[in-house]
C-alpha cells in the first residue's frame, strides 16, 4: 500500500540558507500535518492543511512557512536557517479532515541537519 | 491542555523478561485518542495502537498488550518476552476527538533497550 513520501530524506544545509522539505500525502488524504522532532526530543506539532488551507498551528516559527497544493502534497519552508532547526521533520496524512476514525501515517521523516 | 507524561527515560531488559512501558495523561476533554507508536533506531514512526476515551476494554496484539485505565488516566503499554528487536524509543501520544483534527501531543518517550 502507497505510504506517505517525504523528500529529501537527508538533508545538509548552512546556517542562514533555506531549506524546503516536501511531503506527499497517502492517495485520497486531504490532510496533512508537520511535526519537529529534535534530536532525543518528542515529535511536536508545527502546522496542519486540510483541503489547502491551514487547519491547526502548533509551534512554528515565523521563518518557517508551509502550504498544501492542489494535488494535496504539501512542502515546508524554512528560511534563515539556525542550529537549533536540526531535527527529524516529520510528516503525517489523514483522510477526511483528520475526523475518519483512523490514526494520521507518518512518512519516515526529513533528517534536516544545519552546520 | 493536554499532557503525557512518560515518566520511565529509560528501560534495559534482558532478552524474553516481561516490561512494562508506563504513560500517564492529563485533560480535561472526555472525549479523545490515546496512541503508542514505536520509534526504530532507523527513526521513522511505527503506529502500534489506538483507542477512545469510550473504550477502556485492554487489548493484546501478540506479545504486546496495553492496559486503559480512565480512573487513573493511564494508558500502560507490556511487551511480553521481549527481543532484541524490541530495542526502540517508545512514544504514547494523545489526541483530542473534538477538534476534528487529529493532532498528536506526544510524550517525552521511553527508550527500550533489550539486550540478548
Known amino acids: 500500500a502507497a505510504g506517505v513520501i517525504q523528500s529529501p530524506r537527508h538533508l545538509i544545509k548552512e546556517k542562514r540558507e533555506t531549506a524546503t522539505l516536501k511531503c506527499y500525502p497517502i492517495?485520497?488524504?486531504?490532510?496533512v500535518y508537520w511535526y519537529q522532532q529534535g534530536p532525543g526530543q518528542d515529535p511536536q506539532f508545527l502546522i496542519s492543511?486540510?483541503?489547502?488551507?491551514?487547519?491547526d498551528k502548533g509551534s512554528i516559527p515565523d521563518r518557517f512557512s508551509a502550504q498544501q497544493f492542489s494535488d494535496y502534497h504539501s512542502e515546508l519552508n524554512m528560511s534563515s536557517l539556525e542550529l537549533g532547526d536540526s531535527a527529524l521533520y516529520f510528516c503525517?496524512?489523514?483522510?477526511?479532515?483528520?475526523?475518519?476514525?483512523?490514526?494520521?501515517?507518518f512518512g519516515q521523516g526529513t533528517r534536516l541537519t544545519v552546520v | 491542555a493536554q499532557k503525557v507524561t512518560q515518566a520511565q527515560t529509560e528501560i534495559s531488559v534482558v532478552e524474553k523478561e516481561d516490561v512494562t512501558l508506563d504513560c500517564v495523561y492529563e485533560?480535561?476533554?472526555?472525549?479523545?485518542?490515546l496512541f503508542w507508536y514505536k520509534q526504530p533506531p532507523s527513526g521513522e514512526l511505527v503506529f502500534l495502537i489506538r483507542?477512545?476515551?469510550?473504550?477502556?476494554q485492554n487489548e493484546i496484539s501478540g506479545r504486546y498488550s496495553w492496559n486503559f485505565q480512565k480512573s487513573t488516566s493511564s494508558f500502560n503499554f507490556t511487551i511480553t518476552a521481549s527481543q532484541v528487536v524490541d530495542s526502540a524509543v517508545y512514544f504514547c501520544?494523545?489526541?483530542?476527538?473534538?477538534?476534528?483534527?487529529?493532532?498528536?501531543?506526544f510524550g517525552t518517550g521511553t527508550r527500550l533497550l533489550v539486550s540478548p
Open positions: 492517495p485520497r488524504h486531504d490532510t
Open positions: 501520544a494523545f489526541s483530542l476527538m473534538n477538534t476534528g483534527f487529529q493532532k498528536l501531543v
Open positions: 503525517a496524512s489523514s483522510p477526511s479532515g483528520g475526523r475518519s476514525n483512523t490514526e494520521a501515517f
Open positions: 492543511f486540510y483541503e489547502k488551507m491551514q487547519s
Open positions: 485533560t480535561r476533554d472526555t472525549t479523545y485518542y
Open positions: 483507542r477512545n476515551s469510550f473504550d477502556e
